[in-house]
């Protein structure tokens, strides 16, 4: 049997040469980061930037290649929160559940505030169409959800993900998806020229919260009993390739019933973390989850465009301007939602750093502001800076507090 | 971080759950094969003939969703073929090296032959544009190139790729595949209108010989020593991933060196079993690959289309006089070259009956010959049933000359 280079449009030697390159300088430039004292994510990060389309243009980002690292990726950060959720203890995130909901809130609510208000009240560049309100309400958005994917990674590589901070941020983090949920539809409306609804906000949330509670209790009833049978199978595999079919279906139903995919992708790992077959399951999906997780932390970094950081460029100085404001009220918004929950004993600063990171989503709330004309180019490339900067303090400044990473598991 | 359903362009939800859907399906088949008695991936190919267009529809086949299947199957025989790369014990395989050889040259030329004749001088429907030698070629073409995927797999679900006839079997399908390059070539320029060079012919030759011969010679000399290197690294499957992605680069370079991926995939998987570190690669590439090859089986499956058995509508009854022609060629056309090789004891039956499954080279083949307006629609469908009919034997008859299927790995 013979497989072609070119069958089909997508030219798959190229494509797969472009993957091996992802995942070698995912794993170089990782060793470099551990080896100079910082979490491994954060050389995936760079790897990415320097693969990215404004360096040496080595990831597909545009036409099928790039939808397909797009999935990859999507494969990627599905299996890691999948991966999270196993490993999490439900009793203990019930324990610290009123912590993580007063932390996503405040970590919410305070970034918004701030954004709206700086852009509503301080002189800034122009902002393209729409109200000074819509503009400020999307800027105010784009500040919001925190990227669970780096912060799981950097508490996963220094060995941490058992502790009481680890627990409040990964349950504060979901909550945060939750919102961003809400979030994303009152932008989108706004975005659409439509009145913001109290009906629909309320209705996306009683989606997504009943989604995960459903989920939770009828899987914590029936997957386990539904696994003992799976073990019963002879194939090979077989738990490995229905754990990891569990964990797509979940997400799916998670995306359809109108929440989120890594909603779905937490809730499968939970479920599964109930049952008998759970030390197996949790062995065998690591190799997997190590080569999908690296293309979504390179494809992340590959979304920066150094070129916003030129400082000879006129336009650059007044994307760094806006970019330096947003940075600032992107980290003092989360840092202060450490102190959400004076009743529950834990390292604020932790949780607060851990919170700082704002990932995909802040990049897709400006790409609709974006195309919609209520963001200019220039703000758009200053979500860009912030999320990139809140996503490359966050490991360091995690690793500072949290001290050395562990020993090497591969 | 929150992850859009549907985030430039595919639907990512709708994606995961076919993937879901073929995963779930191909297990429960595969299991349900093996409690009737026969391998597993006969069960997975049945999975893809229901989740198929002709019957489910599950399988995305077409647009982006559909160049994303295949791009997983592809990166699933890539990982099958690293395995038995990694599985193969080279000094065993040059010991068994001339029975490949002749086996593999008995297998293209008796197919081939008896083929060309058959359309050239026995009556049939007619067939489409250009002379009569053309589409014989084309006929004589589609039923050379075995699919060493079907045949692996079964040996493996058997427990039997230590044995003899298992070496000739596979060696003898790597070198199919090259000697399957040089028809494509042949083939294609045919299709254009080209006259046959034989210093075409020559070249594509000597480019997939030299190809595996350097990388193997090269590779088993620098790889292990490369590898001493990565096994001191400390981050996390550090092995493994290096190991994924020199077979992925490995695979592109055979490709863009005009030989075929999965020429490449063996080679790195022969070079990296010279490695001090294959034990730890082999454990952890195999959940990998387990998730993908069933990808692989279900979306050959998949392309099967049920409507060419209707014995009621008569343009499916001149398909299926001319598939039933084809079928018989195939199968007495490679079950002769188990007896090429009469210097080498070995059951000769078995590796006749190894040699027989077509898989994709020849639906590319019929493709391309369809395209071009050298075949007709019947005798497209004619090939893709001999390619099926070929596909489902094997499995079973292996079975029954080989024995009982090993206990489960998984």
Chains 1, 2 share one sequence.
Request: no cysteine; hydrophobic share 60%; net charge neutral.
């Amino acid at each position: 049997m013979l497989a072609l280079a070119a069958a089909g449009g997508v030219d798959i030697a190229r494509f797969f040469l472009a993957l091996a390159a992802i995942l070698i300088a995912a794993k170089l430039l990782g060793e470099l980061a551990e080896r100079i004292g910082q979490p491994a994510v954060l050389g995936e990060l760079v790897a990415g930037v320097l693969l990215g389309g404004s360096v040496l243009g080595v990831v597909p980002g545009t036409g099928v290649p790039g939808e397909l690292i797009h999935v990859l990726a999507e494969l990627g950060v599905l299996l890691l929160l999948f991966e999270i959720g196993l490993e999490t203890d439900l009793r203990e995130m019930f324990r610290v559940g009123s912590a993580s909901l007063a932390v996503a809130i405040v970590g919410v609510v305070v970034p918004f505030g701030l954004g709206y208000a700086y852009w509503a009240y301080v002189p800034h560049p122009a902002v393209g169409e729409g109200s000074l309100v819509t503009s400020a309400i999307f800027v105010g958005a784009t500040l919001t959800a925190t990227s669970v994917g780096i912060t799981a990674r950097v508490l996963s590589d220094l060995g941490k993900m058992a502790t009481q901070e680890a627990r409040v941020i990964i349950g504060a983090a979901v909550i945060d998806d939750v919102l961003g949920l809400v979030i994303l539809s009152v932008v989108s409306g706004v975005a659409a020229g439509a009145a913001v609804s109290i009906l629909g906000v309320v209705r996306t949330l009683a989606v997504a919260i009943g989604f995960l509670v459903v989920a939770v209790l009828v899987g914590r009833f029936l997957v386990p009993r539904l696994f003992d049978l799976v073990v019963r199978m002879r194939v090979r595999y077989v738990l490995l390739v229905f754990a990891v079919a569990f964990a797509l279906g979940l997400s799916s139903l998670a995306a359809v019933a109108g929440s989120a995919l890594i909603i779905g992708a937490v809730a499968a790992g939970i479920i599964l973390s109930g049952t008998n077959q759970f030390d197996t399951i949790e062995h065998e999906v690591r190799p997997v989850a190590s080569i999908f997780t690296p293309i979504f932390f390179v494809s992340v970094g590959a979304s920066v465009d150094l070129r916003l950081l030129d400082p000879t460029s006129p336009s650059a100085r007044g994307t760094l301007l806006v970019a330096g404001a947003l940075i600032v009220i992107a980290i003092l918004g989360k840092l202060v939602a450490g102190w959400a929950a004076p009743w529950v004993p834990m390292r604020r600063l932790v949780v607060g750093v851990g919170m700082v990171p704002r990932g995909e989503v802040g990049l897709i709330f400006a790409d609709i502001g974006r195309r919609s004309g209520v963001l200019t180019e220039e703000v758009f490339g200053a979500v860009l800076l912030m999320v990139m900067v809140t996503t490359f303090v966050a490991p360091p400044g995690l690793k500072a507090l949290l001290g050395t990473a562990r020993p090497p598991a591969g």
